[in-house]
């Protein structure tokens, strides 16, 4: 391979993720301005919400941790909460695992903090077998690079003006359309739509007994329903 | 200060997670099987987490506002039809908007 070529396949993948991340990163402007709104309700200073958006980076889960507190749980159970809500980052840290097998261990350690869920979407959709390792190594960083910084540049916009925007403008809605959004663009099979409504039963049904931990349980039973249809349709 | 030992908190657990399957070397070993199955975590996850900000208030169950629901089916919809994810606002908050004044 000349060096040209690697070049060449390196500004690929960053050009290819700006590409492919640009439509996910979008919505979360909104998103990141809803969380950023809840966090200055909750009297959380903004260095403070900005620090905590920057290390957890996790909106959905921010959302449960700043609700929390305010509905005055405490230290802990705030935490708890958030954790069990990102609970479903098990399941996509075995897809990042099995992506990621090639790169030394101490970097797939680093390169695991920015996996959200818009990134496990991306990916899965993006990388085949004919994507080398440095390629998806480039590609992961440039649409992390790209998600993060949109999250944390929007999130003090929405603390600052967050709550004064008419009530009818509907922050709280960019989080379920976004994710409607990639829901409608996940489902391609008889077997996602399976699994997605069977998701979507399970944490609904199972929420008011199981509370944070509904989630997890309705992605296992999810994902074990629609197996189920694939093993059948082979 | 209290805020940021939770935010920080929160954090190291939900890094642990991320983590969890490198550490654990499960990733590394899925097999044929197991990589199908991974294609299903996507809309299972999604789906839930929109059923939950629809049907659910903290733990609770509640009726969903009309606007609300007829928003999301909006925006899922359009994104499926056009394949394009910015969709989901242009269309999805205009349906929220008008249906909020109408209902």
């Known amino acids: ?42 009297d959380i200073s903004l260095v403070a919400g900005w620090l905590g958006a920057a290390i957890l980076l996790a909106g ?16 802990f159970a705030a935490a708890g909460a958030a954790i069990l809500v990102n609970a479903r980052f098990a399941m996509y840290s075995a897809g990042f695992a099995h992506w990621f097998a090639e790169v030394p261990r101490w970097k797939r350690l680093l390169l695991a903090i920015p996996l959200v869920d818009q990134q496990f979407l991306l990916l899965q959709r993006t990388f085949t077998a004919d994507h080398d390792v440095s390629w998806r190594v480039r590609y992961y960083v440039t649409a992390s690079a790209v998600l993060v910084g949109a999250y944390l540049s929007f999130f003090p916009v929405g603390y600052l003006v967050g709550n004064i925007l008419p009530s009818g403008v509907g ?29 979507a039963i399970v944490v609904v049904l199972a929420s008011p007994v199981l509370a944070g931990l509904a989630l997890p349980v309705a992605a296992v039973v999810g994902v074990a329903v629609g197996a189920r249809l694939i093993g059948e349709e082979g | 200060m209290s805020a940021l030992l939770v935010f920080a908190l929160a954090a190291g657990g939900t890094y642990l997670i991320r983590i969890s399957m490198v550490v654990s070397g499960v990733g590394e070993r899925l097999d044929s099987t197991w990589t199908a199955r991974l294609s299903l975590i996507a809309p299972t996850m999604l789906s ?20 609300d629901v007829v928003a999301v089916i909006a925006a899922a919809l359009a994104v499926r039809r056009s394949g394009s994810l910015a969709v989901a606002f242009v269309v999805g908050f205009p349906v929220y908007w008008s249906l909020g004044l109408v209902l």
């Open chain 2, 48 to 67: 839930a987490i929109v059923a939950s900000s629809l049907f659910l208030d903290r733990t609770d169950l509640i009726l969903p506002a009309a606007a």
């Open chain 1, 171 to 199: 922050l709280e809605m960019a989080g379920p359309l976004a994710f409607a959004g990639m829901l409608g663009s996940a489902v391609r099979r008889r077997a996602d739509a399976v699994a997605a409504i069977g998701g």
């Open chain 1, 1 to 42: 391979m000349t060096a040209v070529s690697v070049v060449d396949r390196r500004v690929g993948a960053a050009g290819q993720a700006v590409r492919d991340v640009a439509p996910l990163a979008l919505p979360i402007a909104p998103f990141a301005m809803a969380v950023g709104a809840a966090t200055a309700a909750a």
């Open chain 1, 60 to 75: 959905s889960a921010q959302l449960v941790l700043t609700e929390t507190l305010v509905s005055g749980g405490g230290l």
